[in-house]
């Protein structure tokens, strides 16, 4: 384990469903991130909260919705969604403010959409 | 600026040989120079960084080379092995901001 925690590790949906992918971390970062990572594109930036407030929302569709209740969890929130977000969705963790800048990555959630 | 441009995406080595992936960057405010490897199923692992401070910097097999005139840092993996077949990607930073990711390669090291 990595210290950052990402559940469910698979998950299959259809295109009308409405489900969360959930990520923990309790390693004192005060930042967290979504990404999703596909054949395409390897590393695409999709939300990042940085002491529970949203900083960045790369254009993503509104189908995604994410969610950032404490320092500690992140939630993105999922509905109606298309073939094409079928991917590896990646949540890190980092200290915006600490020496090191390094992120700490969870394992994944590997969604089908069918 | 914010780009990193990361060569080649994909790279064969024959077991115990060297295998070097390149980035190139624009932004001059950039001062953490990261590298992730990430295998089949996992999310991506800090490998070894460097701060421009030095031009390189070893860890085992793993080296990184910096040149900051020409805006370019190096991975070099000695004696590659089998078990070194992953995808590396390089980043950047500025001052604990965000870390911007290069494109990835994918590194394959036959037995």
């Known amino acids: 384990e990595t210290g950052v925690t990402q559940t469910p590790r698979h998950l299959v949906m259809g295109m009308t469903n409405k489900k969360s992918l959930k990520c923990e971390q309790h390693?004192?970062?005060?930042?967290m991130y979504w990404y999703k990572q596909s054949a395409k594109k390897p590393l695409e930036l999709m939300f990042v909260y940085s002491l529970e407030e949203r900083v960045e929302n790369n254009s993503v569709p509104s189908r995604f919705s994410p969610e950032c209740p404490n320092s500690s969890h992140l939630f993105l929130h999922l509905h109606t969604l298309q073939p094409e977000d079928s991917a590896l969705y990646l949540c890190?963790?980092?200290?915006?403010?600490?020496?090191?800048?390094?992120?700490?990555f969870g394992s994944g959630t590997r969604l089908t959409v069918v | 600026q914010q780009q990193v441009k990361q060569s080649p995406q994909s790279l064969i080595v024959q077991k115990g040989g060297i295998s070097i992936i390149n980035c190139a960057y624009e932004?001059?405010?950039?001062?953490?120079f990261p590298w992730y490897q990430q295998f089949p199923g996992k999310g991506p692992a800090l490998l070894i960084a460097i701060r421009p401070d030095v031009s390189e910097k070893k860890e085992g097999r793993f080296t990184i080379s910096f040149n900051k005139s020409a805006k370019q840092f190096s991975l070099h993996i000695m004696d590659s092995q089998p078990g070194d077949s992953a995808t590396y990607f390089c980043a950047a930073s500025n001052s604990g901001n965000m870390l911007t990711f290069g494109g990835g390669t994918r590194l394959m090291v036959k037995p």
């Open positions: 390693l004192g970062h005060n930042a």
């Open positions: 932004n001059t405010a950039f001062d953490y």
């Open positions: 890190a963790s980092s200290h915006l403010d600490r020496g090191n800048y390094g992120y700490t």
